[in-house]
């Protein structure tokens, strides 16, 4: 064996391999920043029809270049509740449609080009002042990586096809029998799990047959392989996550594993049908890339009808748990904080999870308020509440802020202040609704009673805010802008009508109808409704892009 030929070839398909996948990085960051409206969107889009669900995820993927970045936010939405099981399969089902695009990149016949695109790219986004500009360079930028990546690989890998130890390595791996078809399904999957991109192993795969040194067949093989493998990062994902998450992320990996076992008895017949139905003169790179694109598209084709029973094995195989677990902002994957486009839309679901909670508690508060005996439960759970209310912004500052130090765009970078300004006063809200319990606490314990009129006061401005408070979650919700004009109406009616109850209970106390005690919490309590309106309307602002 020529060792110096063979650490050559190591340099070059290192090196090559190296800048293929800082490219692809580039060109997903720069296709985010882009894009990255359209795919909050995309996403805000998933409901239960599997259709819109997997065209929503053959997008996504199809956009950010990287199936495992979406199951990493899918499982991560799942474990936040944010995506039902079924949601999430038929993301996940399109992913693998998605993802076919990177080899259709590489067999493109401008790998030549790679070098000159870099360097242009590279010069009009060193010195562009434009941010639009910027980025859309460095989308050619991450393209012109990779293609001069493959170049690099090809140079190496080009000696493999005289070399006589490797051409008897490869016809044990020869996928004319089972034995041999096993074979390549399993360096496929394993080199994608150490690899965790199945793009970078379908370049490597691509390459190898451009070269010659691997047959049409052995490449299809390896490449059904390599959607197995892929199926690892979303695995990893799901670690340390609830049953439901644990469970989409097994749907992706039984998937890949029930279309490469429906394949594997007709392999031949399908690369027969493939040489008869693809022109000879089409090059074995965009054969490869059509074998990839016709087998996801078929399995697709082939299960997506049956998402209901599919979901429904996937929840026997993994049963839930006995008790009831609860959904949570996720620690995700450090590679979602690579794609702020996705990343950015999860926090904005955190944040409507908030807001949803807050009106739970404002509802707890509602009855403890209206109840003349303690109920020891219900306060209990709005204290609990309040303290995860301090964890869920303490983890939404934390993801925010890792996910702040990739490439931001203007848009991106202004909607993440937003959203650590919603978390900041949604959090506030919650400190407030938690002082007006322990006011009423205080006075169960020392036995006081407000007069019927103060009470019913109290109640109705306590409704008054509960409905302001619903109207901006709803507007954050639907994001709906325009609403701020009516919710500022609504705030001023709020202020007057604590004027008005402040006026109303001083008469009271001038009357000696009740006593300064009890006025002192009423008035703490009156102050506590103000500045739980008043944080309301920040958000409302925030929202609106006025603050």
Not at 48 to 74: E, K
Not at 126 to 133: A, D, G
Not at 449 to 454: H, Q, R, Y
């Amino acid at each position: 064996m020529d060792y110096k030929l063979l650490s050559e070839i190591v340099i070059y398909v290192i090196g090559g391999l190296g800048i293929f996948l800082l490219g692809m990085k580039h060109l997903s960051e720069g296709m985010q920043a882009v894009a990255g409206e359209r795919l909050r969107r995309m996403i805000s889009a998933v409901t239960d029809n599997r259709i819109v669900a997997c065209g929503v995820g053959a997008s996504v993927t199809g956009i950010v270049q990287s199936s495992s970045v979406t199951t990493v936010m899918v499982v991560g939405m799942v474990n936040a509740g944010l995506m039902t099981l079924r949601q999430a399969t038929g993301v996940i089902m399109g992913t693998n449609i998605g993802t076919t695009i990177t080899a259709w990149l590489v067999a493109m016949h401008i790998a030549d080009y790679g070098l000159p695109i870099l360097g242009i790219a590279a010069l009009v986004y060193l010195f562009s002042k434009n941010e639009k500009v910027q980025y859309t360079a460095l989308v050619f930028l991450g393209l012109g990586m990779v293609f001069f990546g493959l170049e690099l690989m090809k140079t190496g890998l080009k000696p493999l096809r005289s070399m006589p130890e490797f051409i008897s390595l490869m016809a044990t791996f020869a996928p004319t029998h089972l034995i041999g078809l096993l074979k390549c399904v399993f360096i496929g999957a394993f080199t994608t799990a150490i690899v965790q991109s199945s793009s970078a192993t379908v370049a490597i795969t691509i390459t190898l047959a451009s070269t010659g040194a691997i047959t049409f067949e052995t490449a299809a093989a390896l490449v059904l392989g390599e959607n197995i493998g892929t199926s690892i990062t979303a695995f990893l994902a799901s670690l340390g996550t609830n049953s439901t998450a644990k469970r989409a992320a097994f749907a992706h990996i039984l998937f890949n594993v029930i279309g490469v076992t429906i394949m594997i008895p007709i392999f031949q017949h399908f690369v027969l049908f493939l040489n008869w139905a693809l022109p000879e003169h089409l090059s074995i790179a965009s054969k490869i890339a059509f074998a990839h694109t016709f087998f996801n598209s078929m399995i697709v084709l082939l299960l997506l009808p049956l998402l209901v029973p599919f979901t429904r094995l996937v929840e026997l195989i993994i049963p839930a748990k006995k008790v009831k677990e609860k959904s949570h902002l996720t620690y995700l994957d450090i590679r979602l904080y690579d794609s702020p486009g996705l990343a950015i839309q999860q926090s904005h679901r955190e944040i409507i999870l908030m807001g949803e909670n807050i009106q739970k508690m404002m509802n707890w508060l509602r009855s403890s308020m209206d109840e003349s005996a303690p109920n020891k439960p219900l306060e209990d759970k709005l204290f609990h509440r309040e303290r995860i209310f301090d964890i869920i912004q303490k983890e939404i500052v934390e993801f925010i802020d890792k996910m702040m130090t990739g490439t931001l765009s203007r848009d991106i970078t202004t909607e993440t202040r937003r959203q650590l300004r919603m978390a900041d006063e949604y959090e506030s809200i919650s400190d407030y609704i938690v002082t007006i319990l322990k006011l009423r606490c205080r006075m169960r314990n020392s036995d006081l009673k407000f007069t019927e009129s103060g009470k019913e006061e109290i109640i109705g401005l306590h409704d008054y805010v509960n409905e302001y408070l619903n109207l901006i979650a709803f507007s954050l919700k639907s994001r709906n802008e325009d609403a701020l004009s009516k919710i500022q109406n609504l705030g001023d009616q709020i202020t007057h009508r604590v004027k008005e109850i402040r006026t109303n209970h001083l008469e009271r106390l001038e009357k000696k109808e009740t006593s300064a005690l009890i006025s002192l919490i009423y008035m703490d309590m009156l102050s506590s409704y103000r500045r739980i309106k008043d944080h309301a309307l920040n958000i409302a602002e925030v929202m609106a892009g006025e603050k």
